[in-house]
């Protein structure tokens, strides 16, 4: 699972493209990421940048985004799966 992202530019976290989870979703609202969706703040969760410098855009990922990664190292790869499962899981 990801969500677009809005991260502040006080936040002094990691983002990458190597998601580590080594923080709760609701730390990182406190941070200054803000999350398209509503979810657990308890959730463990990390941020992801994709995209070029003029194209960029973060995203908040999370368990089974890292078990993706585990299978290829891509964050690309990582995402389009991600995408492909929360569009066929939609109604």
């Known amino acids: 699972m990801a969500s677009p992202a809005t991260v502040a530019s006080h936040y002094s976290g990691s983002i990458g493209q190597n998601p ?5 979703l609701g730390e990182l609202i406190q941070l ?5 969706a509503r979810l657990p703040g308890q959730l463990k969760a990390a941020v992801l940048e994709l995209g070029g410098d003029q194209d960029s ?3 908040v990922v999370f368990h089974n985004f890292s078990v993706i ?5 891509s ?6 799966a991600s995408e492909l499962s ?6």
Do not use: D, F, I, S
């Open 69 to 73: 990664m585990r299978y290829n190292h």
């Open 86 to 91: 929360q569009e066929l899981a939609a109604p």
């Open 20 to 24: 580590k989870l080594t923080r709760t």
């Open 57 to 59: 855009c973060c995203w």
């Open 32 to 36: 200054g990421v803000t999350p398209e």
């Open 75 to 80: 964050p690309l790869y990582a995402m389009a």
